[in-house]
């Protein structure tokens, strides 16, 4: 009996997941900075990579041959399962396996989200009803990350669908019909 195959969708995704599990576990272990830097969106990166090299990988299988829509597929589908393992993990992290690590996050969320509203200008008593609200609300609530994940995913879909234009056949063989 040959072996099963297993897709190029499925191992590919297997592996972004894998990579932002071990991201989200490194900048966990190094603190606070490190989780809400820039070695996320190295991993992210990393799953675009993935994505891309997945869907190359896909139309290698297929004899050259892939339409838009199974490009998508396949490069969406990447993304979405790096995306939600990510997610996931840094909600339990966050809510579950450390829930203390959330009291040393605070303040950086706070000192972000306080620069980031003095850049746009808001007044100050605007300023300090939403640093209010985000020292009493739980950040990495899983409503929060749902939402965040959500936003990721929009803008992945963007990127899935800029990886499919470029690597998409510029013509797919019909299949002849059968006799």
Known sequence: MPAKKISILLLFGLIASGIMILVIIGTWLSGPEAFLGWPVWLGKSLVILLAAMATVAEKRVRGGALDFRSALRVAFGVMVMGILAANLFVWLIVNVIDPHFYQRLLPLIVDSAEQWYRRLGAPQDQIRA?????????????????IGMGRDLLLFGIIAILIAVTVKSKKVPTPKPGP
């Open 130 to 146: 939403q640093l209010d609200y985000i020292r009493t609300h739980n950040q990495f609530s899983l409503g929060s990350v749902v």
